[in-house]
């Protein structure tokens, strides 16, 4: 039973940082999405098990930075410059079709919410 656990979402102003983590159970590609009220889930961003290749979806972009450490199979989301529009349930998810799609195993979620 693949499990993932996040942790690090909470409340920050607008133009402030948050760091998510998500602990794996085993190594896979892993990747980022959120889901805003009222909103359908969409990807944020995703990692190669090495780590040596990123993807991020455009609204995102030169703003949040994924990471992970291999020896803890702990996946980072590091998010910059935050906006109001980024406010959502942010989850991890492993073992894809594709780094964008076909998530197969999915955390629980965790709140990210960004005051103006």
């Known amino acids: 039973q693949v499990q993932l656990v996040e942790s690090g979402g909470g409340l920050v102003q607008a133009g402030g940082s948050l760091r998510l983590s998500c602990a794996a159970s085993?190594?896979?590609?892993m990747g980022w999405f959120r889901q805003a009220p009222g909103k359908e889930r969409e990807f944020v961003g995703g990692?190669?098990?090495?780590?040596?290749?990123?993807d991020y979806a455009d609204a995102v972009k030169g703003r949040f930075t994924i990471s992970r450490d291999n020896v803890k199979n702990t996946v980072f989301l590091q998010m910059n410059s935050l906006k109001p529009e980024d406010t959502a349930v942010y989850y991890c998810?492993?073992?894809?079709?594709?780094?964008?799609?076909?998530?197969?195993?999915w955390g629980q979620g965790t709140q990210v919410t960004v005051s103006s």
């Open positions: 998810a492993a073992n894809p079709t594709t780094i964008r799609t076909g998530y197969r195993y």
């Open positions: 085993e190594r896979y590609v």
């Open positions: 990692i190669t098990k090495s780590g040596g290749y990123t």
